[in-house]
């Protein structure tokens, strides 16, 4: 089965091979800082930048990268896996999309589910809100609005709300015409422009419950890198210098500083001391295999995760958070536990970068999601809010689990069997995170126990 976001990255049969630049020689030794290092920043603010500047931003420059279907996929009138991925080929190769997200792919049914998971979780009692961040064209928004204008209590869609929180203008444009189209759901919707990080713009905190929905959003977000010679040197910050004198001209370099940064010393406290130990069993043995041979380490850590999760405790903390993203990404060629896949589309033609310091507006700079650090990093937050540590309840589970839950999956059905919104992403994860007294026994069939120590 084709794992399918980038399709230089996951349609490719040829595993390439290169040669790092500047970026990974100053990934194995710290060197000496510059006479100039007022002009560098931490990792993730040039990560930032370069995806979400507003005027030369990746989102900013090319709102167009989100694929957009002309219409939604006749699953049933196609012959079966053959006839599913020539017609998706064909969607990546006749258009300037880099990407099409599985909300976009299975339209209108990917949304329904998460419409039929939140009215299963809903309390009636309440007015329902829905905050979606980072919602694309306004597939989702779209698609869950009608669901719940078809199935929910009358009283509950008329009086309900979905807020869109879009960073991008261009984006939070497509939303609203899209989900309004036909003067539908003027009153239920509304796209506030917005960085959904910043505190400021949640305004007082609100104990009121509510879904907060992240389709896609923390694959994008900002990560910083942090490096040791060993396994008992100190952690040392990645910051990034603009030069022209690296060894590619014009090139952006990496300078390493003793590590300081409030955030970075946050994410790495929460992700309990030693963030190697903190990953997946799979690469259990390779973390063993460094600490023995006593080898340098480079990590990529989920700091605008981290900051994410602090501002949507604080502002809204009985919230369900929803979240789905990519677990995994295959022949990622940057260096580093938990890197990103970076990369391009000019000309219907794709790229894949060997650095993220190309990554000036024209690529996209994706990560994978370690599921078991989002849950660690979900619970710290909450019990930095004040709550207790088994005020929340959180459940991992695969793409197909949820849809198996909560889909009409009939209706992607193939004739041959082939059923795409099951096999297909399968380096996609579900995760939710709900205050303990609101976890439904379906979501905890599928569930981890977790408390924070």
């Known amino acids: 089965m084709r794992l399918r ?12 091979c290169t040669r790092w630049t500047s970026h990974a020689k100053s ?3 710290v060197q000496p800082v510059p006479l100039f290092e007022a002009d560098s920043v931490l990792v993730r603010d040039f990560i930032y930048s370069a995806l979400y500047d507003e005027k030369q931003g990746y989102f900013a420059a090319r709102s167009s990268a989100v694929g957009e279907l002309p219409a939604p996929i006749m699953f049933n009138a196609l012959e079966g896996h053959r006839a599913y991925t020539q017609y998706s080929d064909n969607l990546y190769d006749h258009g300037d999309s880099s990407w099409f997200t599985p909300v976009e792919l299975f339209q209108p049914y990917y949304g329904y589910a998460l419409a039929e998971f939140i009215l299963r979780t809903h309390g009636f009692s309440n007015p329902l809100k829905i ?14 609005l009608d669901y719940l204008k078809a199935h929910a209590p009358r009283t509950l869609y008329d009086t309900m709300s979905y807020t869109s929180v879009e960073i991008s203008g261009e984006l939070a444009r497509k939303q609203y015409q899209k989900v309004t189209t036909g003067d539908e759901n ?20 609100k104990k009121e419950s509510c879904f907060v929905i992240m389709l896609e959003v923390l694959d994008n977000l900002p990560h910083d890198l942090v490096y040791r010679e060993t396994s008992r040197s100190p952690w040392m910050e990645k910051w990034v210098l603009e030069r022209t004198d690296g060894e590619v001209p014009g090139l952006p370099v990496e300078i390493s500083k003793p590590l300081q940064d409030d955030l970075i010393i946050r994410c790495l406290k929460a992700m309990k001391g030693d963030p190697v130990q903190s990953r997946s069993v799979s690469r259990t043995v390779k973390n063993t295999v460094v600490k023995l041979l006593n080898t340098s380490e480079l990590l990529w850590i989920p700091t605008g995760c981290l900051k994410l999760l602090e501002t949507l405790h604080s502002a809204r903390p009985n919230m369900t958070l929803i979240a789905a993203d990519f677990s995994f990404l295959p022949r990622v060629r940057l260096a580093g536990v938990g890197a990103p896949l970076v990369s391009s589309k000019k000309g219907g033609v794709n790229k894949d970068h060997a650095t993220y310091l190309e990554a000036k507006g ?12 989002l849950q660690k990093l979900d619970h710290h937050c909450s019990a930095a809010n004040g709550n207790s540590k088994t005020s929340r309840r959180s459940s991992i589970m695969d793409s197909a689990q949820f849809m198996y839950l909560f889909a009409d999956t009939g209706k992607t059905l193939t004739r041959d069997g082939f ?10 994860n579900f995760y939710i995170s709900t205050p303990a007294g609101r976890f439904k026994s379906y979501v905890r069939r599928q569930s981890t126990c977790f408390q924070p120590r």
């Open 186 to 205: 003027r009153e239920q919707f509304r796209v506030e422009r917005r960085n959904a990080s910043d505190r400021s713009g949640w305004g007082a905190a």
């Open 131 to 144: 905050y979606e961040i980072g919602g694309g064209t306004g597939t989702c928004a779209r698609n869950i």
């Open 5 to 16: 976001r980038f399709a230089s990255a996951f349609i490719s049969s040829r595993l390439r």
């Open 362 to 373: 024209h690529a996209d700079i994706f990560f994978p999601t370690d599921f078991s650090v």
């Open 419 to 428: 059923n795409p919104l099951l096999d297909d992403f399968i380096n996609t």
């Open 27 to 29: 990934s194995t030794r």
